[in-house]
Structure formats: C-alpha cells, structure tokens
C-alpha cells in the first residue's frame, strides 16, 4: 500500500525489499548503488528496525543515509530508541487511504522536495 501511495502521490518508483537482511546485503555491496534515501518498517518479523538501524549506521559507507522508519501503534520508548539508534525521522502511518496518500505526500515534499540529501544519487527514478 505504501509503494503504490508513494508512486501516485510523488512519482517516485522505490525500490521495495521485504527482507531486511537483504536490504543490508544489498546496501553493503560496493557494486550497488547506494541509494539517497532509505524507508524502513517499523517492524520486520526477523529483525527490528532498531537492530536495522545499529547494523546499517555503524558502517562508515551507511551512515550518512537517511532512514525514515515508518510504523504504526509506536510506544514513546520505542521512537524514542529509533532516535537514539540515528533514525532520521520516524513517521506514524494513519489507518486509512486518503490519510496514508496525505502522509506519503507530505515526506515526498519534504524529503524529495526542500530537504538536502547527503548522497546524489539517481535511484529516485520518476513514472510517467
């Protein structure tokens, strides 16, 4: 649901890994292109974001990557940890369609749109 908002509402194409450990894999290889920015769930069932988050910041390579981490029904220890493990931003998703298309609107605006990003990169790639 999240990949077709964000492909409606920014134009965006992600690049969608539902395995965690092979996003990893994927982003610690030299021969991929690091991307400028990464989402990430809130909840994997094989590993949690914030063990995401400690293995990915703690690679010099990695660690100037943004991570929006996107969940719902966060407790305030559980966001407050993602912080601390360097989440760039960690973003309740609502319930609902048109409140999830409003949300992928806004961090497209802001992230796509004014926010600098420390990478170029051209793994943002638009749908026509």
């Known amino acids: 649901m999240i ?3 964000f492909r409606q509402e920014s134009g965006v194409e992600l690049l969608t890994l539902y395995d ?3 996003a990893l894999d994927r982003l610690n290889n030299p021969a991929n292109p690091l991307p400028a920015l990464v989402l990430c769930s809130a909840r994997f069932p094989n590993l949690t974001a914030v063990d995401f988050l400690r ?3 703690s690679q010099k390579r990695l660690r100037a990557i943004p991570v929006l981490i996107l969940g719902s029904y966060l407790l305030p220890h559980q966001v407050e940890e993602l ?3 360097q989440a760039s931003s960690v973003i ?3 319930g609902r369609l048109v ?3 409003n949300a992928v609107r806004l961090i497209a605006a802001y992230w796509l749109g004014i926010a600098g990003l420390p990478l170029k990169s051209n793994a943002f790639k638009k749908v026509v």
């Open 3 to 5: 990949e077709e908002a």
């Open 20 to 22: 965690p450990q092979e």
């Open 55 to 57: 293995s990915m910041k």
């Open 83 to 85: 912080f601390v493990e």
């Open 92 to 94: 309740e998703l609502p």
């Open 99 to 101: 409140e999830l298309e």
